[in-house]
């Protein structure tokens, strides 16, 4: 369990289970108690002290039980922590890599070296920048440098081992967008998709994000009739672990157990994903080499802002002296990849030198997953109009897009002038203005998309309340009669002065998509990202800060990460000669004609499709094993029926030697 992770930072907290069952599956061996005297006469404080071994509850063994419910089960998590980072780099020497090859082979022992590749998200890169009041992209560079620099974790350690390639996962989340988006289009376009079975790719609708993991953990193992909702897109953590693992294994001819991945993250939950078992090779593995090899992550640890400033500090490295400017390192094997990846690189063409940028404000700081699906429904709904309705806080607002539907019934104004010639008692201004009411009753707005944003555990169990199935109840003599439908009937009168509400909130059916984060206002306020009064991250990170202003609050602090998470977008300026500010990911001008059809939300669509496609083709892996995953119910067998009980003492007893 990582050193800083506390229970004052489970706030979270959702409901307790009946029991935890995995420590009853696992019990130690005991140890043969030494002879003794039954007869022998003693008193309780010379009774021997019994030395039980601590039970040991793997990750996996959460993920396999629900029962106990948090949104931050990392607490459990032994392992994944910046101790576990520190450990690896000492046990195993990174292999140098030289113009996309290895420099020397890989041995197959478990003392040989390993390719240590990292990637970063830009929540954990704000958290950085705002605690020493520098821009996103400096503080992205001081990470750089502490991973992979000879300032950093190469300086020290038993084999000076440090991270070939820092990757900004911002390149694979704008796979996620444009795949997401994807997704929703043929959501949209396939009614049949209201009653999907088990084996359907695609989500019922509305779809669900399924990017934040203390969400998915929730609906798996509390609110199952909500996963035919979920998104099967990978994260962009899990999908830049897929894409590092295979492209990498493949062009240097390694096995995936040499490749070591971490990734910094903004929550702990990111721990959880990291060691789900559809996370791993063995889902995207080809057929020709599956051997009963045991399965490996392809993000093998995840750590946090904090922990990140931890691991520093436990080298001895003083995080606001670490340089910022970039850091130089190896082209990717693959060229198209390389140029994806790492756009910024210096090497790279002008044509292609351009820095990703973060979402827009209005994208919101987790990602810009429903931004993007609406951007994308507005670029193909011509005309059409973005209607924004806030819900019950700030973390819940409703998305509509509208577009105006102008017509004439002919028998309407044929009527209209029977109706004038039989009254002529009417003057011509009445007709006027009759006419006028009429055209503008006619004048219509036509809803086209209806989208919604729910933030923070207290609004997800409102929405999966509004998911859940109407429960069917036969009434004597009566035809099937749903209990919501009675309620709705009932309850009919009271609601009328709650129209404007009622309308807003609407059928959670008509949505067809709704963005879920577990965290109140977003990744940026991840549990692992810095707060405003963090302690013991030591005074040689904290010196130099301005962290030590009296009267901030953790609102301002996260105005604060917001700024700075925002601020990329807001600076698209050309990189200067010392290599300061941001590069422009806008087409400008010179690009070839009709590129910028393919320019949705700042993104080319064209290329991101081109760059997936060349992947799975590269790799030999098709595109669905690669980008998407699959969700299931947890059920727990605590409390079942006494049979099931009995049946489970036996194999238990069994597994201990006991004799039944």
């Not at 300061?580 to 993104?603: C, P, S, T, W």
């Amino acid at each position: 369990m990582s050193a800083i992770l506390s229970a004052d930072d489970l706030n979270d907290f959702i409901s307790p289970g009946v029991a935890c069952i995995k420590p009853v599956e696992t019990l130690p061996l005991q140890k043969p108690e030494e002879p003794h005297n039954p007869y022998e006469v003693t008193t309780e404080d010379k009774l021997p002290a019994q030395d039980h071994a601590p039970a040991q509850i793997s990750l996996t063994d959460c993920l396999a039980c629900s029962g106990c419910v948090t949104s931050a089960e990392a607490v459990l998590v032994s392992l994944q922590s910046h101790s576990e980072v520190l450990n690896t780099l000492d046990q195993h020497p990174s292999v140098p890599i030289q113009h996309g090859n290895l420099s020397e082979e890989l041995g197959n022992g478990v003392d040989k070296g390993k390719i240590f590749v990292a990637s970063v998200s830009p929540q954990v890169r704000a958290s950085i920048a705002a605690t020493y009041g520098i821009s996103e992209l400096k503080a992205g560079w001081m990470i750089d440098h502490l991973l992979g620099g000879p300032l950093g974790l190469p300086s020290g350690g038993s084999h000076g081992s440090g991270f070939t390639w820092i990757v900004d996962t911002n390149a694979m989340r704008e796979a996620c967008l444009v795949l997401g988006a994807d997704e929703v289009a043929t959501s949209i376009s396939s009614p049949s998709l209201n009653a999907p079975s088990e084996s359907t790719s695609t989500p019922k609708r509305p779809v669900l994000t399924s990017a934040c993991p203390g969400w998915i953990c929730y609906a798996e193992k509390t609110h199952p009739h909500v996963l035919p909702h979920l998104s099967r897109l990978k994260s962009p953590q899990a999908l830049t672990g897929t894409l590092l693992k295979t492209v990498l294994s493949q062009q240097l001819d390694v096995r995936p157990d040499q490749i070591w991945h971490l990734a910094v993250m903004p929550c702990f939950d990111k721990k959880l994903e990291a060691s789900r078992e559809e996370l791993t090779d063995i889902y995207w593995r080809p057929s020709s080499s599956r051997e009963p090899t045991p399965p490996i992550r392809d993000v093998d640890c995840v750590i946090t802002a904090r922990e990140l400033l931890m691991l520093a500090d436990t080298r001895g490295i003083s995080f606001p002296s670490l340089p910022q400017v970039p850091i130089s390192t190896p082209s990717f094997p693959d060229p198209l990849l390389d140029i994806f990846l790492f756009p910024q690189r210096e090497s790279q063409p002008s044509s292609h030198k351009r820095r990703r940028r973060n979402q827009e404000p209005a994208a919101g700081p987790s990602g810009g997953y429903l931004h993007h699906v609406l951007q994308t429904q507005l670029a193909n709904s011509p005309g059409g109009i973005l209607h924004t309705i806030r819900g019950r806080n700030a973390d819940v607002v409703e998305y509509t897009i509208t577009r105006p539907l102008t017509h004439r019934d002919p028998s309407l104004h044929s009527s209209h002038t029977e109706q004038r010639l039989r009254d002529s008692s009417k003057t011509i201004e009445d007709e006027v203005r009759e006419d006028e009411a009429r055209e503008d009753k006619e004048e219509q707005e036509e809803t086209i998309f209806r989208a919604a944003r729910y933030y923070g555990f207290r609004n997800i169990q409102n929405l999966v309340r509004k998911l859940k199935p109407p429960r069917t109840r036969r009434l004597p003599g009566a035809a099937t009669t749903t209990i919501k439908q009675v309620s709705k009937n009932h309850n009919k009168s009271s609601n009328a002065a709650k129209t404007t509400n009622a309308t807003a909130a609407g059928n959670i059916n008509d949505y067809c998509y709704i963005e879920v984060m577990a965290c109140p206002g977003g990744c940026t306020n991840g549990g692992g990202q810095i707060k405003v009064d963090d302690v013991g991250l030591g005074e040689r990170q904290l010196k130099g800060t301005d962290r030590a202003n009296e009267g901030m609050g953790q609102k301002q602090w996260l105005e604060m990460v917001d700024e700075a998470y925002y601020s990329m977008s807001s600076s698209d300026t050309e990189i200067d000669d010392d290599g300061e500010g941001d590069l422009n990911m806008q087409d400008d001008g010179e690009e070839e004609e009709g590129r910028a059809k393919e320019m949705v939300n700042g993104i080319d669509i064209r290329n991101v499709r081109n760059v997936l496609r060349h992947w799975s083709e590269s790799t030999g892996i098709e595109m669905g094993k690669l980008c998407f995953t699959s969700f299931r119910e947890v059920r727990s067998d605590v409390g079942k029926g006494a049979e099931g009980e009995k049946d489970r003492v036996v194999e238990l007893a069994g597994r201990i030697g006991g004799g039944w």
